[in-house]
């Protein structure tokens, strides 16, 4: 019963946070255009010209299966249909209760980011002050290195972060701990893991997939 309420204050709160984003950007067009960022360039949408391309596009954790997903993805294409991973495109989304599984250790250390999911009702992955995801994911009672972030990363596969979702969600846990939004956010960003790129929005960038080609995958 409490995990329920948990949870769902947890969607009430990011709907709520979202609204309120959203609602703070709003400008006229001649100050929108003023404000695009050009940090944002896209480079995930490179030389997608695999003979088999797909989008997982994860916003729930979903006990570490997503990245179970695109290791059985890579790993079907090359034995049953003889397909090398270097044919093959795939891209993971970092967005909604999966925000800060693309974040490096540091900032799960700094922040208590695995305390702070529990606290919302998002099951972070393990208890540890370690992102569970980067190296050892723990799913379905077993550690599966072959299915880590870096483990697909060295196979070939992209993975987006949200950069609205990373201002919502360093906002919260700016105020849980007492700290600057500001500076939380400028924290969190400047400590992505390693060729995980921020993109404006994953709304956006969901479309920019099909168009490239992408076929779509919800976890």
């Not at 309120?20 to 709003?26: C, F, G, K, L, N």
């Not at 049953?80 to 993971?92: E, I």
């Not at 992209?158 to 600057?180: M, P, W």
């Amino acid at each position: 019963m409490i995990r329920s309420t948990r949870r769902a204050l947890a969607v009430a709160t990011f709907g709520l946070a979202a609204v309120i984003a959203a609602v703070a950007v709003q400008s006229t067009p001649e100050a929108s255009a003023a404000s695009v960022q050009p940090e944002f360039q896209d480079t995930w949408l490179q030389n997608l010209n695999g003979k088999h391309r797909q989008l997982f596009d994860s916003p729930q954790p979903g006990g570490g299966i997503p990245l179970v997903h695109i290791m059985n993805y890579l790993n079907t294409y090359q034995r049953a249909y003889n397909v090398t991973d270097a044919q093959l495109n795939t891209v993971g989304t970092f967005y909604g209760a999966t925000t800060f599984h693309g974040l490096r250790d540091e900032m799960w250390t700094k922040y208590r980011i695995a305390e702070f999911l529990q606290g919302i009702g998002v099951e972070p992955g393990t208890g540890g002050s370690a992102n569970p995801w980067r190296t050892s994911p723990q799913i379905l009672g077993m550690t599966i290195p072959a299915a880590s972030i870096e483990a697909l990363q060295q196979r070939g596969t992209r993975f987006i972060v949200c950069n609205n979702a990373l201002g919502i969600f360093a906002s919260l846990l700016a105020n849980a701990r007492g700290l600057d939004a500001e500076v939380v956010t400028a924290d969190l960003k400047a400590n992505v893991l390693p060729g995980v790129e921020i993109v404006p929005a994953m709304v956006i960038a969901i479309g920019q997939a099909q168009q490239a080609g992408l076929a779509y995958h919800r976890q």
